[in-house]
């Protein structure tokens, strides 16, 4: 079941966050270096505030992983140019518990941004890091297609049905 993150979910989400950080550099991988200060989690804050911010949870309503959906903000448009002539969501901070990877759980919370673009006819689009192993080919199996290519990140859209 998904719904918007309650103030009492921030705590266990940063802390969420962080973990993926520190594991991500023991990977030497710098995506998500930023939440290595756990200071930096505080734009969380800023998500849930703005509506932005839901969690998936289990049978037992406990919090199985969480994002970001919104209708974009500066870094999105300074990413997307366009973004004045499409009307979209972005997606960002998918995270899953490192305690539950391998449990499908990051492949539901795409699902649940791609099926809320589908009910509203909205783009889907996202930016990850180029150089993590794992997300392009993440986001090609859920039938998000490149869209652009910078020095730092790969940019993915996905288009509702029509």
């Not at 990877?101 to 990051?106: A, E, L, R, V, Y």
């Amino acid at each position: 079941m998904f719904r918007q993150a309650i103030k009492s979910d921030l705590p266990i989400i940063k802390e969420w966050i962080y973990e993926r950080a520190v594991d991500l550099k023991k990977k030497e991988l710098s995506q998500w270096a930023f939440y290595l200060n756990k200071e930096n989690t505080a734009i969380l804050n800023h998500d849930f505030e703005q509506g932005h911010l839901y969690v998936f949870l289990d049978q037992q309503q406990e919090l199985q992983g969480a994002l970001v959906l919104m209708e974009g903000d500066q870094w999105d448009f300074d990413l997307w140019p366009d973004h004045t002539d499409v009307d979209a969501y972005y997606l960002h901070r998918v995270i899953v518990p490192i305690t539950k990877k391998g449990q499908h759980i990051g492949s539901q919370l795409v699902t649940y941004a791609k099926e809320q673009a589908q009910a509203t006819n909205k783009i889907l689009r996202l930016d990850c890091a180029r150089f993590s192993p794992f997300l392009r080919p993440f986001y090609e199996k859920h039938g998000f297609h490149l869209a652009k290519i910078l020095e730092e990140f790969y940019l993915f859209e996905w288009k509702p049905v029509k």
